[in-house]
């Protein structure tokens, strides 16, 4: 879940960013379209097709051998590469429309009156644009790291089996009729993420009044 939202965020928020500056409707329309493309499929299909595109006689290993990166095909399915792959692609959509959200929320005269100033584009990148985008990032993280921890499809099916997050230990202690495990391993998974969500709402509260002034 760590590594997947951290991916997420660092493709999502350049991507969010980027959209943002995209002046002609239809090219925002369409980067809408492309973006929330994978929540219109099921996990299911999603999964297959990453197992299809990723197999050692895939798309993506007949890519690598063919600009001559490798010379023999890469094993990106059944293990934890495929995992993150298939997470990334299912949940970065929640990670860039949140942030999106806030970056046009940002009133464009604050980036004026910084350039006017003399500020130059990263300046006011680094003490305009950041500060005030934070709170979409955080709830982009949050998101993206609470649905990542619960996914199950995608594990199972991408994993092979060999990636055991909870929610597929879960289902193997319940297929196996190890029902007392299986609910120490639930209550477990609830417990991760409300300690998740009520910690990162403690830090944020924390940092925001500490940025504001306020005691």
């Given at each position: 879940a760590v590594v997947?939202?951290?991916?997420c965020l660092l493709l999502g928020y350049p991507a969010a960013y980027a959209i943002t500056k995209i002046?002609?409707?239809?090219?925002?329309?369409?980067?809408y379209i492309l973006i929330f493309s994978p929540l219109l499929t099921s996990s299911v299909v999603r999964a297959y097709?990453?197992?299809?595109i990723l197999a050692?006689?895939?798309?993506?290993?007949?890519?690598?051998?063919?600009?001559?990166?490798?010379?023999?095909?890469?094993?990106?399915v059944f293990n934890f590469?495929?995992?993150?792959?298939g997470l990334v692609h299912f949940l970065l959509p929640f990670t860039i429309f949140p942030i999106i959200s806030v970056l046009l929320r940002i009133?464009?005269?604050?980036?004026?009156a910084s350039s006017d100033l003399g500020a130059t584009r990263l300046r006011t990148f680094r003490y305009v644009t950041w500060p005030l985008s934070f709170p979409g990032v955080y709830a982009a993280a949050q998101l993206t790291f609470v649905l990542s921890m619960n996914a199950f499809v995608t594990p199972q099916l991408l994993g092979g089996g060999?990636?055991?997050?909870?929610?597929v230990l879960i289902y193997n202690n319940i297929t196996d009729l190890h029902w007392p495990l299986a609910a120490v391993e639930a209550l477990t998974l609830i417990v991760l993420v409300w300690a998740t969500v009520f910690s990162s709402n403690l830090m944020f509260r924390k940092a925001l009044a500490a940025s504001s002034g306020t005691p």
């Open positions: 997947t939202t951290v991916i002046r002609r409707p239809a090219g925002v329309m369409t980067a097709g990453w197992l299809i050692r006689g895939g798309i993506v290993n007949w890519g690598l051998q063919t600009v001559g990166l490798v010379e023999s095909p890469v094993r990106l590469t495929g995992v993150v792959i009133d464009p005269a604050l980036k004026e060999r990636v055991l997050v909870l929610p």
